[in-house]
Nanobody
Framework: QVQLVESGGGLVQAGGSLRLSCSAS????????MGWFRQIPGKEREFVAG????????YYGESVKGRFTSSRDNAKNTLYLQMNSLKAEDTAVYYC???????????????????WGKGTLVTVSS
């Protein structure tokens, strides 16, 4: 069992930056691939970023490439999402999710993730 708690959401102006954190707990949480997703009410959950369990591979959704950077600190069991050059269309609830254990592939579809956090709201004002 892996528990995930997101933090760091809030209100930011367009062009600004924000860093989200996802704290993972559970005996083997560092063995899981981790991902970030976002969702706007009434729309499907969208893939934002995914990182293999060892941090060796990272993937990004097309809409955030070049602006968002995901990283993880397995010693702290924490996943980060640095979001720069934010746009109004980045406004959403951001979720952290885990897949595995020991997953190192490139499939980060929402249906394949095993554990989810409750999300943190990011609002970008234009």
């Amino acid at each position: 069992q892996v528990q995930l708690v997101e933090s760091g959401g809030g209100l930011v102006q367009a062009g600004g930056s924000l860093r989200l954190s996802c704290s993972a707990s559970g005996r083997t949480s560092s063995w899981y691939a981790m991902g970030w997703f976002r969702q706007i009410p009434g729309k499907e959950r969208e893939f934002v970023a995914g990182m293999s369990w060892d941090g060796g591979s990272t993937y990004y959704g097309e809409s955030v490439k070049g602006r968002f950077t995901s990283s993880r600190d397995n010693a702290k069991n924490t996943l980060y999402l640095q979001m720069n050059s934010l746009k109004a269309e980045d406004t959403a609830v951001y979720y952290c999710a885990a897949k595995g254990p020991l997953y190192s592939g490139s499939d980060y579809g929402p249906d394949g993730m095993n554990y989810w956090g409750k999300g943190t709201l990011v609002t970008v004002s234009s």
